[in-house]
């Protein structure tokens, strides 16, 4: 079993909808989780970390995390077609400091 | 402008060469950390640095090497044991305090002639 996993897509969604991206985890001690973004041949950047039970919004992304079930939610509002990206879930496992594992990402397309 | 810089963008290497990939930061963080990036893959980590001087191996190190002699800095070297070095090569960094995100370099993609 994959330590972090995502749905590789492609999500696709209309312009305006909102795109629900998920991510699973296996390791229960699992403590911090972010999400980035990387279009297609760029370096990935952070659109939100959650660390704790519940959901945490910023602008038109909510991130939800659920440890009971070990998984970490992305909710994108009213797509645009500049969020047509791959989104790549990565948690810190192990407790170690800053080490991260990525899921291989959800590639998401809005379309008009 | 605080930020990652890696380089070159773009490199190519012939058989039996090592390549060396610089990336530099100016954030003063503690922290530094290379992944590797295959197509339709996530990033694995190939080393990372929490310290001046100290590094540790992460999950595919067979064929890289490090140093970290000064904050700013953590080239990594892919040798001719690599065999399979094709690939987009990421650094990133972070602050040395618990849960602090990562952020990234934009990366140098490393072809073989």
């Known amino acids: 079993q994959k330590e972090v996993e995502q749905n590789s897509g492609p999500l696709s969604v209309p312009e305006g909808a909102i795109a629900s991206l998920n991510c699973t985890y296996s390791d229960r001690g699992s403590q911090s989780f972010f999400w980035y973004r990387q279009y297609s041949g760029k370096s990935p950047e952070l659109i939100m970390f959650i660390y704790s039970n519940g959901d945490k919004e910023d602008g038109r992304f909510t991130a939800q995390l659920n440890k009971a079930s070990q998984y970490v939610s992305l909710l994108i509002r009213d797509s645009q077609p500049s969020d047509s990206a791959t989104y790549l879930c990565a948690v810190n496992v192990n407790g170690t400091a800053s080490k991260l594992t990525f899921g291989t990402g959800t590639r998401l397309q809005v379309t008009l | 402008d605080g930020g990652i810089t890696q380089s070159p963008k773009y490199l190519f290497r012939k058989e039996g060469q090592n390549v060396t990939l610089s990336c530099e930061q100016n954030?003063?963080?503690?922290?530094m950390y290379w992944y590797r990036q295959d197509p339709g893959q996530g990033l694995r980590l190939i080393y990372y640095?929490?310290?001046?001087?100290?590094?540790q191996k992460g999950d595919i190190a067979e064929g890289y090497s490090v140093s970290r002699e000064k904050k700013e800095s953590f080239p990594l070297t892919v040798t001719s044991a690599q065999k399979n070095p094709t690939a987009f090569y990421l650094c990133?960094?972070?602050?040395?305090?618990?849960?602090?995100?990562?952020?990234f370099g934009d990366g140098t993609r490393l072809s073989i002639l």
């Open positions: 954030l003063n963080h503690d922290a």
């Open positions: 640095s929490q310290i001046v001087n100290d590094f």
């Open positions: 990133a960094s972070n602050a040395v305090r618990f849960n602090q995100p990562q952020h």
